[in-house]
């Protein structure tokens, strides 16, 4: 067997696909468990042996025979868990415990709240843009540059107390048409017939 193996060897170092193919054949059972012991995982050591093969195929030509081929595989294989292993400790996490759910809480990541704030901004600027221009005047100065009463009374040529009648009245507005009681639009459209 030894001497059979050897001869696959040199056939494989003189270019034969086919005796590399039957010496992989020969040793993959192997390789797979040195790899699995060296890895701990079914599915990282058939990436350690895929790669073990790959590199023995390149450096078949530098392969002195001073030792058996399979140590000579081994000692290739380890090289490769040692290299998959370092990779994996690079990209090592932590898994999250089962129990633990993950859940954005930040409106602006998620595309349906972002909608509903886009359509509240529409209805509510459609909503600001339906006010008598005095209350929508109120309104902007003070829940949107927010200016005191008396800056909006100075600015507005009107007394403070007006000011502040005007915002309760322009806000009431807004409140009714944003957020009409059930019913409320039914009634109008009865008294409109």
Known sequence: MVAARAALVDAARGGDRAAFDELVRATSAETYTLAVRLVGDEEDAKDVVQETYLRAYRGLARFRGDA???TWLYRITANCAATHLGRRRRHRHDP??????????DPSHDPEARADLAADRDLLTAA???????????IVLRDIYDLPHEAI??????????????????RRKLREELYPRPGAHDGEAARAV
């Open 153 to 170: 009374a100075a600015e507005l040529g009107i007394s403070t107390s007006a000011a502040k009648v005007r915002l309760h009245r322009a």
């Open 128 to 138: 600001l843009a339906d006010l008598p221009p005095r209350l929508r005047a109120v």
């Open 68 to 70: 058996q081929f399979s």
């Open 96 to 105: 999250l415990p089962d129990d633990d759910v993950v859940v954005d809480i």
